[in-house]
Antibody, heavy 121, light 109 residues
Framework: QIQLQESGPGLVKPSDTLSLTCAVS?????????WGWIRQPPGKGLEWIGY???????YYNPSLKSRVTVSIDTSKNQVSLTLSSVAAGDTAVYYC??????????????WGQGALVTVSS | SYVLTQPPSVSVAPGQTARLTCGGN??????VHWYQQKPGQAPVLVVY???DRPSGIPERFSGSNSGNTATLTISRVEAGDEADYYC????????????FGTGTKVTVL
């Protein structure tokens, strides 16, 4: 069974860099697929952040592109997210998720449980 | 960028049918996917590619998509269906981005 687990600091200071890791189990990232990050501010909707292919190719939300980096470590079977120069508006639950199997499956079929990150001094 | 619009809330009595809409410019030409999110939980895919269901999702959940509106239909609504529902498309035209709808809160009366 495929499982995703986000981890990282729950509190980040304004202007600092947010860093999260998503550990994948039950599926080898090296098999090939896209892995995404989505966030959800408290009481609000879902916002797609970016996604990465197992080869390292990436696509980012244009509204966040200048501050976001998504990376992949196939040896550790994990995906990472960094968001620089954070502000209060970046406070959210951050989810990692797997894109569906197949070249036309542009949805997320497996999600982590989410990690709440609060930006505050 | 592509915008998906959903009504903020829908109320339905148990046993009745809930119809949730997702509006977008010519959305009928795209594949629409739907997620259910219960409080404190991660989203769960309930319909993909307009009308297909992942394994384990009840047949009560169905979808359709035409013109400028996609619809998620929940038949014989149960108390456990109370949740937020989000539609989603992959916008290959504007830059290969995932787009989520604004979300609809379903309340079971």
């Amino acid at each position: 069974q495929i499982q995703l687990q986000e981890s990282g600091p729950g509190l980040v200071k304004p202007s600092d860099t947010l860093s999260l890791t998503c550990a994948v189990s039950g599926y080898s990232i090296s098999r090939g697929n896209w892995w995404g990050w989505i966030r959800q501010p408290p009481g609000k909707g879902l916002e797609w952040i970016g996604y990465i292919y197992f080869t390292g190719s990436t696509y980012y939300n244009p509204s966040l592109k200048s501050r976001v980096t998504v990376s992949i470590d196939t040896s550790k079977n994990q995906v990472s997210l960094t968001l620089s120069s954070v502000a209060a508006g970046d406070t959210a639950v951050y989810y990692c998720a797997r894109k569906g199997d197949g070249s036309r499956a542009w949805y997320f079929d497996y999600w982590g449980q989410g990690a709440l990150v609060t930006v505050s001094s | 960028s592509y915008v998906l619009t959903q009504p903020p809330s829908v109320s339905v009595a148990p046993g009745q049918t809930a119809r949730l809409t997702c509006g977008g410019n010519n959305i009928g030409s795209q594949s629409v996917h739907w997620y259910q999110q219960k409080p404190g939980q991660a989203p769960v895919l309930v319909v993909y590619d307009d009308s297909d269901r992942p394994s384990g999702i009840p047949e009560r959940f169905s979808g359709s998509n035409s013109g400028n509106t996609a619809t998620l239909t929940i038949s014989r609504v149960e108390a456990g269906d109370e949740a937020d529902y989000y539609c989603q498309v992959w916008d290959s035209i504007s830059g290969q981005t995932f787009v989520f709808g604004t979300g609809t809160k379903v309340t079971v009366l």
